[in-house]
């Protein structure tokens, strides 16, 4: 037995020539086949009456239905407003998030102010504060992009305040050395240095964001996808349900995208950034 | 006890008088020292490590308070560090310019790059860059604010020995160019040897040993005539050659 390995390229393999794509072909059918199989089964469960349409629907059912909601404009209504509420509660914590993290990471004062109080608050969970901004605020908009605010301004500021803090002195230092005046000593070197970690920070407040919006508009709301859920409640169909699940399935899974390609668009000058671009 | 940092007019030399520095009252680091540099010289600084030698460059960069003491410097001064310190957020021609916002920057830039010789670089991010570049951009961006007196902290101590010695040509040619006072931090005998004409060692807080090096350039290491001199700085540093 040898100890020696030889690392080699695909193009190097001598069978390889005609195997990969047939290979990989097969990878991707493997990664979707289980999903699919499972559908089918569950499909096949609810066609021969083993599983209650009255507990779930089948995904025939749900394509049919969702397909009818898009038809007769109330899935486009109510995502719009609920997109509507994420969008605006998301904003106002980047707002928050971004202006307390710069108080409290660019001067001591600012930190024993702001940083305080908020590691107190962050351990609260936002949820429980639910009943309370329904008193303060009633049953309009207001309170529901509030909370998706208030779950999501944590995160910005979490991440981005540590992102500040974290910036290596020597760095600052030398931007003194070359005569850099404050103003363009955040904007040259703390504002850059900190997006990775504010970057992180968004894609936790995108996540939070949906989880406070579904909440909020299931406990009160007479527009968005958790109300369309909820009314869907009252007349057993699982079928609305199910739809509303998979659109809120897929706004998450769209808004993760998008911060991703936020981060690779961004900080193409960290080294796997690089990797990313040229692969 | 006199607290003076004054800045003079471009070309006046740096002189330092007196200087004390302690950190939270513990013992001097440096202890009422003395040292002139006159324009356009190049000094080797040498001593221990813990010396002080980063702390009196440090003061003399404006990065430390002078709190007992006179300092008197030029006001362009550049510094660069044993760490090139580049911002690797931004591409290699904008840290040359980094605090720089008029039109010509781009072209200083591409300049003074072409200077050090990593034109070739100046589009790259600084994390791509080898450790040799990486310091070739920091002399670069040290340079490009044509200073009357630039400081080097030990600049090629992390460097190996072959880039090293590329890098000791470039900083004699650069200076024979722009003809800055020079201050060089270094425990390498033979790189003061090199470049410097004149070679000061650091000691308790003092200048102790203060030697002109008058082998005519360009140098070689060589050259027969660094023998004696690196004895007695060797020496000086209570490093006995055999
Ligand atoms: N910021 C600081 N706080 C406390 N002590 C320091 C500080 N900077 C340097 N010193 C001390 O001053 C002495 C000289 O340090 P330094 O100037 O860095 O030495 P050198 O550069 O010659 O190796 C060391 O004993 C070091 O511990
Ligand atoms: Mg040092």
């Known amino acids: 037995m040898s100890d020696a390995i030889t690392l080699t390229g695909p193009y190097k393999t001598a069978e390889a020539k005609g195997k990969p794509r047939s290979l990989r072909t097969l990878v991707s059918i493997r990664r979707y086949a289980s999903p699919i199989v499972l559908v089918c089964l569950w499909q096949a469960a609810c066609s021969l009456g083993l599983l209650s349409t009255r507990l779930v629907a089948s995904p025939l059912q749900i394509a049919v239905t969702g397909w009818t909601l898009v038809r007769d404009g109330t899935l486009p209504f109510n995502l719009g407003v609920s997109l509507l509420r994420a969008g605006s509660g998301l904003g106002l914590a980047i707002s928050f998030g971004v202006t307390l993290a710069l108080i409290s990471g660019l001067s001591r004062i600012g930190e024993d102010v702001v940083d305080a109080p908020l590691q107190v608050l962050r351990t609260l969970p936002a949820l429980a504060l639910v009943p309370l901004f329904i008193l303060w605020f009633g049953i309009g908009e207001t309170p529901k992009i509030l909370l998706v605010a208030l779950g999501a301004t944590f995160p910005i500021y979490l991440n981005l305040h540590k992102g500040i803090r974290s910036i290596d002195p020597k760095l600052v230092e030398m931007a003194s050395t070359l005569g850099l005046s404050r103003w363009q000593t955040i904007r040259d070197v703390f504002l850059p240095g900190a997006l990775p970690d504010f970057l992180t920070g968004l894609r936790y407040a995108v996540g939070v964001s949906w989880l406070m919006l579904v909440v909020a508009e299931q406990v009160n709301a007479e527009s968005g996808i958790g109300h369309m859920m909820m009314d869907a409640q009252d007349f057993l169909r699982t079928d609305i349900i199910l739809v509303g699940l998979l659109v809120y399935g897929v706004l998450g899974l769209i808004s993760d995208q998008i911060v991703r390609f936020l981060e690779s668009a961004l900080l193409s000058w960290r080294p796997d950034g690089r990797k990313g671009r040229t692969a | ?242």
């Open chain 2, 1 to 242: 006890m006199t607290h003076t940092h004054s800045e003079a007019h471009p070309g006046t030399a740096v002189i330092v008088e007196q200087l004390t520095r302690r950190f939270n009252n513990g013992p001097p680091v440096l202890d009422g020292l003395d040292l002139a540099i006159a324009p356009g010289e190049f000094v080797a600084l040498l001593g221990h490590s813990g010396s002080g030698k980063s702390t009196l460059l440090r003061t003399l960069a404006g990065l430390d308070p002078v709190t007992d003491g006179a300092v008197t410097r030029p006001r362009e001064v550049s510094v660069v560090f044993q760490e090139h310190r580049l911002l690797p957020w931004k591409r290699v021609w904008k840290n040359v310019v980094l605090g720089q916002e008029d039109k010509g920057i781009r072209h200083r830039a591409e300049t003074v790059l072409e200077e050090v010789g990593l034109s070739h670089r100046s589009n790259a991010w600084p994390l791509t860059l080898s450790g040799g570049e990486a310091q070739r951009a920091a002399l670069a961006r040290a340079l490009v604010r044509e200073p009357a007196f630039l400081m080097l902290d030990e600049p090629f101590a992390a460097l190996d020995a072959l880039t090293r010695l590329k890098m000791q040509q470039l900083v004699a040619d650069l200076w024979k160019k722009h003809g800055c006072a020079v201050l060089l931090v270094t425990h390498d005998v033979d790189e003061a040897l090199l470049l410097a004409d004149r070679a000061v060692v650091l000691e308790r807080g003092r200048i102790r040993v203060d030697v002109p090096i008058t082998i005519p350039r360009p140098r070689r290491h060589s050259d027969p005539g660094f023998d004696a001199l690196r004895s007695l700085l060797l020496d000086a540093l209570g490093v006995h050659a055999a």
